[in-house]
């Protein structure tokens, strides 16, 4: 399948590790230049030299916190001036904390807002105008299951990432005219740091071993099995690439089919 990414720029954020780096692989691996960023330095060039290496792409890297306006808007601006425009947007950050309402203080939603819907308005805010020259552009949020269905002792998760949601449908509205499509991707359990981490906090909760957490996960999807990044990474590529032309305001799951709804 041709994709027609060659040579077009992916900006990947939060790509350190996990489903942002898959992401930014992925888009190298089809000929994109890719700008990546996360907060840690010395994780963020190991991947981004790691990928460079690997797929002889083009690679701009820079440790900067999704959460912060002014960084992200010179991030972009690099972009732009060493790639002459920027193509792709992928807004990605870590997952809030997991607490029950109760146990959330007014710093846990300040938080989860900032890192989990206020970063995704920066970089939209950043990169359109940019897409809007070119009538041609992609920006695909990455977000959660719990936009569909709310997890157990992720009320952070469950009640901000649907803003996103209605950000990326009103994006996806508004920015069509302008050849721009905005989707959400939401992953199920998938094998990360970030589901080690809900998987410590989950066993505390329960009393049970981490490897029970996994199991239990695991078997909760039609597919018996937790994702792996590349599957969460190979969506958001083919929804940037030409073959997903006529796509925009969605949220695709990549779950293993664990949300249980119609
Ligand atoms: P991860 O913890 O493995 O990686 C998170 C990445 O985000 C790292 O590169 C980290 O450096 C970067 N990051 C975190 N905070 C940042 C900040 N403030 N500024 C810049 N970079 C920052 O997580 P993951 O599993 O790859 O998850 C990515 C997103 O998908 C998260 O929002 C997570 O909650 C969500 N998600 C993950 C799963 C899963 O099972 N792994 C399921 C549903 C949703």
Partial sequence: MD???????????????????????????????VAMCARNPEALQTAAKKIQKQYSAEVLAEALDVTDPSAVHRFVEAVVSNFGGVDICVTNAGGPPAKGFLA????????????????????????????????????????????KQPVADLVLSNAVRAAVVGLVKSLAN????????VNNVGPGYTATDRLKELAKSRSAVLGKNENEIFESWAMDSPLKRLGEPREVADT???????????????????????????
Avoid at 174 to 181: A, M, N, R, T, V
Wanted: overall charge positive; aromatic content about 10%; proline content about 1%.
């Fill in 3 to 33: 994709t027609g990414l060659k040579n077009r720029v992916a900006i990947v954020a939060a790509s350190s590790q996990g489903i942002g780096r898959a992401a930014a692989e992925a888009f190298a691996a089809e000929g994109c230049r």
């Fill in 236 to 262: 958001i590529v083919w929804l940037a690439s030409e073959r997903a032309s006529y796509i925009t305001g969605q949220t695709v799951l990549v779950d293993g089919g664990l949300y249980k709804g119609l």
């Fill in 174 to 181: 508004e920015f069509g005219k302008d050849g721009i499509l």
């Fill in 104 to 147: 959330a203080s007014l710093e846990d939603w300040r938080k989860a807002v900032d890192l989990n819907f206020l970063s995704t308005v920066y970089f939209a805010r950043e990169v359109i105008p940019h897409m809007q020259r070119k009538h041609w552009g992609r920006i695909i949020t990455i977000t959660s299951i719990t936009t």
